[in-house]
Structures are given as structure tokens and as C-alpha cells.
């Protein structure tokens, strides 16, 4: 079998024509004679176009074909226009796509309550250039931070834009209202990035800004006012600073019903699990662990090792470091602790979700009771090693997978993100974006008083002296 090389031409009028191809082969029936010619019909008008076989395809000149290749025209550019807002839209299309991903990554919150439900804190986004440009930066570094991408969560542009137009606002009181928004974007933006200097200067500068409004009382939307107010327990919870709009008080461990909220989010919040190590419904005793850990066994062992941990929690708080030897028994008990240990340390068969959570705690709990009994701040040396295992196991496990324990998730993101350096404590902060605004918006007393308590108990950790409690 011989072969023969071809070309298929498209000419103007759709036929098609046989010409010569060096690079592509098929293969040709041999004529009756047995020659290895390929059959042409004598009858046919048009004549033979085979070549030689040795030239090549690219010394054949338009001129030798009969009829010319049709060449593609290029579509028309698309006319540069600008959106309603006077954004660009292929800017104002990045901006929807990323809207979209943040707001789905801020909504699944709510799965740790076993509700849908829409964030406060999304609803009150403008939608003006320089508020779509300083959510923009917000919603890309908290989704970065999440992926893992771009760690040093830099955007020039879109970074220089949105300053430029707060500036612009900040000089036309007409606009004070939006110059709230887009500074609260920017200061969130900074908080996610932990860059402590550029925190404060925003965050000043948000302060003269509410206080020229005439204080928090008068900031509209609602969900505004509820976003700067988080935005104070944030920074707390960060970057173990002072709230501007708030005060702390002394750590309170207890919860009443009233605490919660209005009737109907009471109601609401006996579905789940309101209480954790740093805060306790009076009454509650975890036994409503057990309608979503469905493991008896390790449902047991997760309610001894929430209470242990609030014990000493408790204990930190009513005496604190003052003096040294208050704490003794405390530093034996967590010692000679085995059982943390071994359900740190995945020694049992934890080959299901609910033994992965269950240890998931225990990594959080032993990194919190190691500081306790050696004195040193969370993020020391020794914590590393249990600080990457809580992070892989968190990002393996997902959100949705801590149903009916919003606040002892909250606990575990936070002593990961109080133990966390550089890298992980990107995907820590995300978290806690995710909780501040979506449950947190809706029950902002009770998630306030939960990082008063943390704040209070990672200093007594750290400090050698704490003032102690009643």
C-alpha cells in the first residue's frame, strides 16, 4: 500500500479541492494494473493536481490553485463603555464574580446554625465606584486568604483606586455617608492583610469619621453600624488591641436568656449549641451535643473535654496569674492529662467526621492548655506542629460539617488563629470574616462577649500579672 499526501483547500464557492501535504499521509487502493498510481478519471474535465513529491507545501503560491483561500475577517472590538456606576465593565464583571463567590463563602456561616439565612453586613454594600472598588479589595483578599493564592494579598491598582476615591469623598460632606462604607472596606481589607500600622491609620481615621456623623447611633444602614461595631471586636481578636466604639468590660462566662437576643433568635438559638469553652448558657450542661455528634462514645468525650476546658478557663479568669501558685493545680491536672493526648493525637480509630472534629478540638485545646501551663504567648515554637494539624484538619473537615456548634467552632478558629504565623493564619482570619458576618451580625452581644473573654484569657496566658475577678 502506497501513500499519497493531501490538502484539503475551502474555496470561495464551498468546494473543496485535493491538494499536496507533506505532513499528512493516507493511504490509496492500487489500480487493477498494480501500479501504485493513484486511478484518475480520463473522462474528468479538471486535470490532475498531483506534485512532485518532494516539494513542499509552503512553495505553492495562491496563483496555483484555481480559486483563492477565503481569509477570516476579524470581528469588530467591543466599544469601550462604562457601567451605571462609572465603573468599566469588564472591572464591574470581575466585581459580580467576585461578589457572588464572597457571598456565598460569607452565607455558608449559617450552616454551623442549621438555618439559611442572608448576611446584614452584605445587604448594606453600595454600590458607587469607590464602594464597588473598596469591596473589591475586601472580597478578593478574604477569598485569597481562604484558597491560599496570593499570600502577600497585594493589589496596586484596585488598591490606589479606592483610596483615591475615598479621599475625593472625604472632602464633599454630601458623600460622608458612602466615605463610611468605603473606609470600613479599607480597614477590613488592612485586617485581613495584618498589616498592624496601616490598621490603625484607617481605623483613626474611621473614628472622625462616625464621630462627624454624630456617633455610631447615626451610621445608616443598620448593617453598617453592626459592621463597624464587628469590626471593633475584630481588631480585638487580631490584634489583641482596644475597641474604639466599645469598652471592655470584666469577662463574663455566663449567658442568660435575655443575653441572646429578641423572642424569636432566643427561640431559635435553643436548636443549637450556644455555649463553648469560653461561654456558658446557665443551665446547659452540653447535652444537646449529642443530637448532632451521633458517636456516643466520642459525643461523651467531647462534652468532658468542653467542660474540663472551661473549667480552667474559668479558672484563669477569676484568678488569673497573681500569684504564681494559684495555677499549680491547674498545671498538674493538664500534666498528667493522657486522654487529651490521645485524642489529640488521633491514637483512636477516628476513621469518621465526628472523630475528625473531636479532634480537631482537642489539637485546639491542648495548643491552649500548653501555653497555660509553660506561660508563654499561643504562637510560641511548641504549639507549631498542632497548629499545622488543626489547620489541615479544618480545611479538610468544612464548615457545614460543625452543625448545631457555632461557637465551639468559633473557639477552635480562634486559638488556630492566635497560634498561627505567616501562612495559615491567612485561612484563620477568612474564618473568621465568615462568622463575623454572618451569625456574628445577627447576635453581636453574645459574639462580642465571647472575644471579651478570649482577649482577657490570651493576655492572662501571656502576662504575668492579671488583675483577677470577683
Known amino acids: 500500500m502506497l501513500f499519497v499526501r493531501e490538502r484539503w483547500l475551502i474555496t470561495d464557492n464551498g468546494k473543496e479541492r485535493l491538494r499536496h501535504h507533506r505532513d499528512r499521509k493516507l493511504p490509496v487502493r492500487k489500480n487493477d494494473n498494480g501500479s501504485g498510481r493513484a486511478k484518475i478519471n480520463a473522462d474528468s474535465s479538471s486535470p490532475p493536481t498531483f506534485r512532485p513529491t518532494g516539494q513542499r507545501n509552503e512553495d505553492f503560491s495562491e496563483e496555483e490553485c484555481q480559486e483563492p483561500i477565503q481569509r477570516l475577517r476579524e470581528l469588530p472590538q467591543p466599544s469601550h463603555y462604562m457601567h451605571g456606576p462609572g465603573v468599566e465593565a469588564i472591572v464591574y464583571e470581575e466585581y459580580v464574580w467576585l461578589a457572588h ?16 439565612k442572608h448576611s446584614l453586613f452584605l445587604c448594606s454594600w453600595p454600590t458607587t465606584r469607590t464602594c464597588l472598588f473598596t469591596g473589591l479589595v475586601f472580597a478578593r483578599s478574604v477569598i485569597d486568604s481562604f484558597r491560599g493564592t496570593n499570600l502577600s494579598l497585594a493589589y496596586p491598582a484596585l488598591e490606589m483606586e ?12 454630601e458623600m460622608m455617608s458612602l466615605a463610611t462604607a468605603a473606609s470600613t472596606f479599607l480597614l477590613l481589607f488592612e485586617i485581613v492583610r495584618s498589616t498592624g500600622s496601616n490598621v490603625q491609620i484607617h481605623k483613626q481615621g474611621l473614628r472622625r469619621i462616625v464621630t462627624l456623623r454624630g456617633g455610631l447611633e447615626n451610621v445608616t444602614p443598620i448593617g453598617l453600624s453592626k459592621t463597624i461595631l464587628m469590626i471593633d471586636v475584630l481588631h480585638v481578636a487580631c490584634f489583641d488591641g482596644s475597641p474604639l466604639f466599645t469598652s471592655l468590660g470584666a469577662p463574663c462566662l455566663w449567658l442568660s436568656s435575655s443575653d441572646v437576643g429578641e423572642e424569636e433568635e432566643a427561640a431559635e438559638a435553643t436548636r443549637y449549641l450556644l ?4 461561654l456558658r448558657r446557665r443551665g446547659d450542661n452540653f447535652i444537646l451535643l449529642n443530637e448532632f455528634i451521633t458517636d456516643r462514645t466520642i459525643a461523651r468525650d467531647f462534652i468532658q473535654s468542653i467542660e474540663e476546658t472551661f473549667t480552667v478557663v474559668e479558672l484563669l479568669c477569676r484568678y488569673g496569674y497573681a500569684p504564681a501558685d494559684d495555677l499549680e493545680p491547674i498545671s498538674a491536672f493538664l500534666h498528667s492529662d493522657s486522654r487529651l493526648n490521645h485524642l489529640a493525637d488521633g491514637s483512636s480509630s477516628l476513621s469518621n467526621i465526628s472523630g475528625l472534629i473531636l479532634q480537631t478540638f482537642a489539637l485546639a485545646t491542648r495548643i491552649f492548655f500548653n501555653s497555660v501551663c509553660n506561660r508563654h504567648r499561643l504562637d510560641h515554637e511548641s504549639n507549631k506542629s498542632d497548629m499545622r494539624a488543626l489547620c489541615d484538619l479544618m480545611r479538610f473537615i468544612g464548615i457545614k460539617r460543625w452543625r448545631g456548634m457555632p461557637y465551639v467552632y468559633l473557639w477552635v478558629i480562634s486559638i488556630g488563629h492566635a497560634a498561627s504565623t505567616t501562612k495559615e493564619r491567612h485561612f484563620f482570619v477568612a474564618e473568621l470574616m465568615r462568622c463575623a458576618f454572618s451569625y456574628g451580625s445577627y447576635q453581636t452581644d453574645v459574639f462580642a462577649r465571647f472575644f471579651e473573654n478570649f482577649l482577657y484569657v ?13
Open 101 to 116: 463567590s464572597f457571598s456565598d463563602f460569607i452565607n455558608w456561616g449559617f450552616a454551623v446554625l442549621g438555618t439559611k
Open 162 to 173: 479606592a483610596v483615591q476615591g475615598l479621599q475625593k469623598m472625604l472632602v464633599n460632606p
Open 275 to 278: 455555649s463553648s469553652p469560653l
Open 458 to 470: 490570651r493576655r492572662a496566658v501571656s502576662s504575668p500579672l492579671v488583675p483577677s475577678i470577683d
